[in-house]
């Protein structure tokens, strides 16, 4: 894998960070100053109901939206002071992205599907392909090297997936749902993998999760509610109304 960004580390933070929809004229307000901060290697998990705004809050944090007010800085520089193209860059080298749904490309193998972001990225084709395959052998798919995706498994897609995610060595893990659409067994081996990432890589790992199992074995627990972050076990507060 690309080992250019080797000993360096990122440092994140967000500050008061809010985000509103407006939908058939009526405003929706899915964060309500939201803060948090992290550095590199941290592993953190979210959870909360469905539709209270986690994928926004990823969506957000990876520069895939930005807030409707607040700041997101990445070492002390604000992020959102980027232009698209900045912003695209800083993605693509930066930050890996983990969806529930794998969006590999059918008509390519596992090793050309991982070898995108590097193309992206203006590596030629022998350099990407080494990365690429590098990072296939990191999740266990050295074998798998040149078979498409409807030839792989569930639980091997979901890992070229986070194969494509990792080629570039980022700094920065954002994994949404990664095992809802994988049966129990194959989404434990997911999170083995993640968790594994996180730990023997160093790369900052942050899950949005509907599975407590996963949320409880990283080690900064998080539920999202009313627009903004609690521990994980901490006790309702109660309205005064």
């Known amino acids: 894998m690309n080992d250019t960004k080797a000993g360096s580390s990122i440092s994140v933070r967000l500050v008061n960070v809010e985000k509103r929809f407006r939908k058939g004229g009526v405003t929706i307000d899915v964060l309500n100053g939201l803060d948090l901060a992290f550095e590199q290697g941290d592993g953190i998990s979210i959870v909360g109901a469905s539709g209270v705004g986690k994928s926004t809050l990823l969506h957000i944090m990876g520069t895939l939206d930005r807030p409707t007010a607040g700041q997101v800085f990445f070492n002390d520089e604000d992020v959102f002071e980027k232009d698209d193209r900045e912003l695209a860059e800083l993605r693509n080298t930066d930050i890996g992205f983990v969806f529930q749904f794998h969006h590999l490309l059918p008509e390519f193998t596992a090793v050309e599907n991982v070898m995108i972001p590097a193309i992206i990225a203006g590596s030629e084709l022998n350099g990407a392909r080494v990365v690429a395959e590098d990072a296939l052998a990191l999740v266990g798919l050295e074998a798998r090297l040149h078979h498409q995706p409807g030839e792989l498994s ?9 194969a494509r995610a990792i080629v570039m060595s980022p700094r920065i893990l954002l994994a949404d749902e990664p095992t ?3 049966d129990a067994r194959t989404g434990l081996a997911i999170h083995e993998l993640l968790l594994r990432l996180n730990r023997e890589q160093g790369i900052t790992l942050v899950v949005v999760t509907h599975n407590l199992a ?9 539920r999202l509610a009313d627009g903004r972050l609690a521990a994980l076990d901490a006790p309702a507060v109660e309205s005064d109304e």
């Open 214 to 222: 996963l949320a409880r074995r990283l080690p900064r627990q998080y």
């Open 154 to 162: 569930g639980g091997e897609q979901q890992r070229v997936a986070v």
């Open 180 to 182: 809802g659409n994988l």
